[in-house]
Structures are given as C-alpha cells and as structure tokens.
C-alpha cells in the first residue's frame, strides 16, 4: 500500500471502502477495511494501520470493531514504497498485560532498536485497547427506565439477559485466542497468505505467542518470548496453582524490601493503624483507601527494575505519631493520598487488565476468584487482617500483595466498580472452551521458540515457567536472575539479541 497523500484534507489513505476514518470509530466498519497514516519519529519512519475484525471470531460475528497496529522501520527506509517493505522480515511485538496497548515509539532504541535494524516491527494495540476500540469495553451508567444500573455492550440485541450477563459474555471475546485471530487476519491482509513473521512476546504477549503456536503456528517463522511463558498449561483453571508459587514470590519480594527500607516498616504500621482508628478514608478521586488498597501498592512496584524505589518514595509521606513511644496512627497528606490513587489510575484507560487478569487462565473451566482462595488459604484471615506489630517478620512477609487482582478492587478502585456485578457473572459462567493452548499440538512444534525466563520472577514462577518451556518441543531457554520480569524494558537490545542468536542457531545448542 503507497503512503497516504500529503494534502491538507487527506492525511488519511482509504482502502476498501469509502468511509472517513471518524465513521470508522462511530460505526461498524465492514471486516478487513484498512485505514492508514504515516509519520516520522527520532531515527524511526511509523505508518498506522487500522483493520476491521469480527467482535465474536468464533461466530463469524457480522459486528466489526477497529484493531491498530503501528508499523515501525528506520528513518532511512521510510520511503521505501509498500512493496519494496516487502522484502524486509516481519517482527510483530505483543505486550504485556493483558489489557495494555503499546507505547508509542519516541526514538530508535532499546529492544525497538535492535530489532528495526533488519526488520519491519509491528506494534499491536492489543483489541479493547489504546487505539483498538479501547471505548468497547467500557460499560456506562444506564439512564433509561428498564431498572438496570448498566447500559448493554455495543452492538447487543438480546435485551433478556442482564447487562452484567451480557457484558461478561462480551467481555470474553478479548483473550488471547481472540487476539491470535486478530493478528492473523491482519497478516493474512497486509503482509500475505504465505509470508509468516517473527513474533515477540513480553509476559503476557508470550502467554499470546504460546496460543499462537497451538493454534496458528502456519503464519509463524520464529518466537520470542520474554518472561512470558504461561504457567500449567494443561490445567483447565490453572490460576489457583499458578498463585499459589507466586505468593511465595511475593514474600521474598515483600523481605527484600523491609531489608532496603526498614523505616517503612513503622510507617507501614502507622498507616495501619490509623486505618483501624478511623475506618477507610476516601481519597481525592472517590476511592476508597483500605487495607488492601495499601497491600495493593505492592501491586505494580514490587518485582520490576526501580518498583521499590518507587514504592519507598510514596511510602516516605507516611507521618508516624507517636504516644509515650508507642506509634498510635499516621498522619496521611494529600500528597501520600494522590500518589496512592496514582498507582491504580491505569485502570482509567485499562480496565481490562483487572477484569481479566484471571480469565486468562481459564482453558476449560472456570478460574475466578482465584487471588481471594490462595490469599485466604494461605493466611487465614481476608485481605482487611492486620498488619500484626512491626517486629512481625511472619507479617511482614505480606505486607505487599503482588500483581493479583482481588476482589476488593472492584469495590476500592473508582474505576472498576462498574465491573464488580460483570466480575460475579464471570466467575459463575461455567462456559469457558479449552481454546488457550493445545498441549498436543506444542508437543509437535516446528517453530523455532526462544525464551527469556528470569529465576526471580515475581509475575511468571520461574518454576513452572521451566515446566512449560519442555512442554514446547525446539523450545531453548536463557534462564537468567540478571533482570527482573521488565527486563525487556532495562536491557531490550541485548535480550532480542540472545533470544534472536538461540532461534536461528547462531548459539547453537551446547
């Protein structure tokens, strides 16, 4: 495809149908309509692609909704005509999540860098994400008279199930295999039937890469995976054992970080027990600060490169008082209070992360509710359970939750409270195919496969990560305690170079 035209009213190229790219946002456009627009950043040439896909793949749904992929290459090649990009390989990148698009790139480096060199890299907007239609998975207030508290998802007609029941349903179509299919479609259109592309996975990316290879590996030519390979899967509700390694992750982090920072462990007491004094104060934006909500400041801080520093930084503005020597509350400024809802803001834009952070483990059954089980299994008290004294080591241990979405979330968070009713009739819905991963197929791989797995992961258990990487017949392993899970973030270019020198056996196997 030429680039778009440089006139003042058509910076947007139209292909298959003659529909402006705002009537493409507002309406259904017809499946496989491809818009795009090019542009240039420091030392990279961009084009954006948008391309309509079926709401519901598996019924062939006639309602279209937008998925966007940014196209990458470098500054030299950006006037290399659509044919001419031809003979460059082809990288798609999938993120981490899930629920997350990709940042837009700023210049040539890190792990885009390395990778533009030789290649053209595409950039998904993973679907009900950034420039994907992110607006569809948004329910809204209901303010008509049927009674119900949320309006019906886009396009649904069968107005005698409940929206909660209804958006569930919806909401289900935003996993990985629908996402597989996605990316299919848009390779099968843009590059060819028969040209494959490279694909690299961050975390949950490689969780996509690994359906991609059960159910897609035709349209794949080699696989990168970075912290990324999904736990037990040939369990049909693999959340709960997954969790259960995890929450041991968790504490070594939780020990870790007493052992950088030990003033916050009064701190952490302090806030506590102000908390207990005056029941959960309501901050800034609505939310609600609880108990778990400071347990869940561990959340997006603990287990990455500079997270906990990030956390020691909010966790300064905690106030202690003080009363014949015994900490007797927290005096909590609006600074503290804003930086708490800063750390959950995301879900603003993203809340698909928390909806389905569990669903992305069901593969046959049902996998809901997961975090809250092993949470209360393990200790033996909900989420809202004291800190204990500060000399508590056993307390200490879990003072931080991890990357686990609870069910106090739905209730804490401003953002998600309008999912609470759709998270219940998810976890009640007892329909969930086994269409994640086939273990028979990834027994009988031909796709070179090559994965980063750090032994000190806090998201993805080194240990069952293992487990799967000789579940994937080629699949080679670089297992590493050099990076955190955002390796791909601190050390990128020298990751893909690895992972890129294992799949095409430039380090042959030893």
């Excluded at 890190?110 to 679907?127: C, N, P, T």
């Excluded at 950034?130 to 303010?143: K, M």
């Excluded at 004291?386 to 968070?413: H, K, M, Q």
């Excluded at 994937?472 to 955002?486: F, K, L, N």
Aim: proline share 5%.
């Amino acid at each position: 495809m030429t680039s778009p035209a440089r006139s003042s009213n058509s910076r947007v190229k139209r292909a298959k149908t003659a529909q402006s790219s705002a009537d493409v946002v507002a309406s259904a456009p017809e499946v496989g309509a491809l818009y795009t627009e090019d542009y240039r950043v420091k030392g990279l040439h961009v084009r954006d692609h948008f391309i309509a896909v079926p709401v519901c793949h598996a019924r062939g749904d006639s309602n279209a909704m937008r998925v966007f992929f940014r196209e990458v290459v470098t500054a030299a090649r950006g006037k290399l005509t659509s044919e001419e990009r031809k003979s460059l390989p082809a990288v798609l990148f999938l993120q981490g999540g899930p629920g997350f698009e990709c940042a837009g790139p700023l210049e040539a480096s890190g792990w885009l860098g390395e990778m533009v060199k030789e290649h053209r890299v595409f950039l998904m907007d993973q679907r009900g994400t950034g420039r994907s239609d992110s607006e569809i998975v948004h329910p809204t207030l209901n303010r008509d008279a049927s009674g119900h508290p949320l309006s019906y998802p886009r396009h649904w007609t069968d107005k005698n199930t409940s929206p909660a029941k209804a958006w569930a349903v919806h909401l289900k179509n935003f996993r990985a295999d629908s996402i597989v299919k996605d990316a299919e479609l848009f390779r099968k259109t843009v590059l060819g039937e028969d040209v494959k592309w490279t694909l690299l996975g961050q975390s949950f990316g490689g969780f996509c890469i690994t359906t991609y290879l059960s159910f897609a590996p035709e349209g794949v030519k080699e696989a990168l995976l970075t912290g990324g390979l999904p736990p037990l899967i040939d369990e049909p509700a693999s959340a709960l054992n997954a969790y259960r390694k995890l929450f041991e992750r968790v504490q070594t982090q939780n020990r870790k970080y007493f052992e950088r920072f030990p003033y916050d462990v009064d701190r952490l007491y302090a806030l506590y027990v102000q908390l207990q004094n005056e029941g959960p104060r309501i901050l800034p934006g609505g939310g609600l600060l609880t108990v778990p909500l400071v347990r869940a400041l561990g959340f997006s801080n603990l287990g990455t490169a500079q997270g906990m520093e990030r956390l020691h930084y909010i966790m300064q503005y905690v106030e202690i008082h003080y009363a014949d020597e015994e900490i007797v509350g927290a005096h909590l400024p609006h600074k503290f209070l804003i930086e708490v809802e800063n750390s959950f803001r995301h879900f603003e834009t993203n809340p698909l992360y928390a909806v389905l952070h569990e669903a992305i483990y069901c593969n046959g059954a049902c996998a809901i509710g997961a975090a809250d089980q092993v949470w209360l299994e393990r200790v033996g008290e909900d989420l809202y359970s004291a800190f204990g004294e500060p000399e508590s080591d056993d307390s200490l241990r879990r003072a931080f939750t991890g990357e686990c979405v609870y069910s106090s979330f739905f209730e804490d968070i401003p953002s998600l409270r309008p999912f609470k009713a759709i998270v219940q009739e998810l976890k009640k819905d007892k329909d969930w195919p086994k269409v994640l991963y086939d273990t028979e197929q990834l027994a009988k791989n031909t796709v070179p496969v090559a994965c980063a797995s750090y032994v000190e992961d806090m998201f993805v258990d080194f240990d069952l990560a293992s487990e799967t990487a000789a579940k994937i017949r080629g699949a080679r392993v670089w297992s590493t305690s050099e990076y955190m899970h955002s390796g791909i973030r601190e050390d990128g270019a020298r990751i893909v170079q690895k992972l890129l020198s294992f799949v095409r056996d430039e380090d042959p196997i030893r």
